[in-house]
């Protein structure tokens, strides 16, 4: 159902603004994302409702566009909300799962140069160790999972770089540093996927595969010269291309 111009705002959040002391604008969109939650759990705003556009939550609570924009993403991310055309329309969200449910909401308060600088500051020095210390058994794991790697299929090569960068750490021969990556591999894997569920281009998982199986092996090359400096060097340079390449996919949630 849709309000119309206004109408829906001032029905189901009574126009009243938000006030901002002293807040980040990380804060604000938290505040307006736990509203919005609020709303739409509760029954206010029910499955088909039509959101106010960016405009109108804008001047109903008294923020930026921008702070509208990062909250309607994490409704996107939480699955509450869909797309449909040029509006978002309150979804049936009693079908998502626990899993799905926690990424969503890991993905809707997490940036992306959070996940990507904990990535390489612990990837950039895991391969440096696996220079050093890779074993004949290593290089033979890492050259198979290379050969399964180069598939056209974006399924196998997701599973595919699981594996290489998850040998790459057990490489490394440095248990605290396997415990921390296991530990860590859902935020570093599993959120950046879930993040482009809502990207414009829905095929954006196939970009670059052929550039991103090269960008492996010479990093599986530098390891098995044994030369930490390179493979850190690659290793910060591909994971900085798959950061920049997933924030570019990451869409306008007010675009088509």
Known sequence: ??????????????????????????TLAD???????????????????????????????????????????????????KRVGKVLEVSDF?????????????????????????RKLIEVYGVGLAAK??????????????????????????AADIQFHTAVITAADNSVLSQVYDSSKHLFFKLPAFWRLFAREKNV?????????????????????RDSALAETLMFEHLDVVQRGLVMSIDNPFSN
């Open 133 to 158: 210390h890779r074993s004949i058994y290593d290089l033979e794991m890492m050259q198979s999972i290379l050969d399964e790697m180069d598939t056209t299929d974006p399924e196998s090569y997701h």
């Open 1 to 26: 159902m849709d309000y119309g111009a206004g109408a829906f705002v001032k029905h189901r959040f009574g126009g009243g603004q938000m006030t901002q002391p002293s807040l980040s604008r990380e």
């Open 205 to 225: 998982k196939m970009v670059n595969i052929g550039s991103g199986v090269e960008g492996h092996r010479i990093i599986f090359e530098a390891i098995e010269d």
């Open 31 to 81: 505040r307006l994302l736990a509203e919005l939650e609020r709303q739409i759990l509760s029954g206010r705003i029910v499955p088909g409702d039509v959101l106010p556009t960016e405009r109108e939550l804008s001047e109903a609570f008294g923020v930026g566009r921008t702070t509208v924009r990062e909250a309607c993403q994490g409704l996107l991310a939480v699955g509450l909300v």
């Open 94 to 118: 009693m079908g998502i799962g626990k899993e799905e449910l926690g990424l969503a909401y890991l993905a809707s308060r997490l940036s992306i140069e959070e996940v990507y600088e904990t």
